[in-house]
């Protein structure tokens, strides 16, 4: 158990619709990453926040938009789904900004299906 | 450009012996944070190991070390007396200091035969 914790574990929702996805980080982290895995695109970086200011963007498309609150858990929410949106979404969070040395611990994911 | 190489899509390997996955990056910093992480079938992504690249010993983690040929911008991973619990994607990773996200290998496919 790495200490990341996300909900719901599996999302099946329509096209068009909108979902919000929850991730709390592990006791004492600050940054927050989002990312996408699918099977055509592998692993994406999507976004980041450390301590509720959005650090770096990845490959985060308009429709999707994330944040994170004062009591650190993050929200990624996505609208408009497409079928291409199906995939798995992974929170990890890490204790400093920006360091290379930071390693990411990751939840157990969100899978969403777009029907 | 790719920065991160995982040469090897699938492996088989018996039960019992070591088996090592490849991985070669690119990067012109020279502050950078290799990682390896295992994703088992059920789907959630484990951290297994770092190496740093002013480190200047290997890093190991119980069966877990890692090959860390600066010169030839290669991190490859050795798990050793390999388990049928291994039998996983394993995915390397690369964090430059310049840069905040983890950077992605596709992946190998790891198959432990008992």
């Known amino acids: 158990d790495s200490g990341v914790t996300q909900t719901p574990k599996h999302l099946i929702t329509a096209t068009g619709q909108r979902v919000t996805l929850r991730c709390s980080p592990r006791?004492?982290?600050?940054?927050v990453y989002w990312y996408q895995q699918s099977l055509d695109q592998g692993l994406q970086f999507l976004i980041q926040?450390?301590?509720?200011?959005?650090?770096a963007k990845g490959n985060i498309l308009e429709r999707f938009s994330a944040q994170q609150f004062p009591d650190l858990h993050s929200e990624l929410n996505l609208s408009s789904l497409e079928l291409g949106d199906s995939a798995l979404y992974f929170c990890a969070s890490s204790g400093g900004p920006h360091r290379a040395t930071d390693t990411q611990y990751f939840g157990p994911g969100t899978r969403l299906t777009v029907l | 450009a790719q920065k991160i190489t995982q040469t090897q899509p699938g492996m088989f390997v018996q039960e019992k012996e070591a088996v090592t996955l490849d991985c070669t990056y690119d990067?012109?910093?020279?502050?950078?944070?290799l990682f390896w992480y295992k994703q088992p079938s059920s789907g959630e992504m484990i951290f297994l190991i770092y190496?740093?690249?002013?480190d200047q010993q290997n890093a190991t983690e119980g069966r877990y070390s890692l090959n860390f040929q600066k010169a030839r911008k290669s991190a490859n991973l050795v798990i050793s007396a390999s388990q049928l619990g291994d039998s996983a994607m394993y995915f390397c990773a690369m964090r430059e200091r310049s840069n905040y996200q983890l950077i992605w290998g596709a992946g190998t496919k790891l198959i432990i035969k008992p």
């Open positions: 926040y450390y301590n509720g200011e959005e650090r």
């Open positions: 190496q740093g690249s002013y």
């Open positions: 990067t012109s910093d020279p502050s950078y944070g």
């Open positions: 006791s004492g982290d600050l940054s």
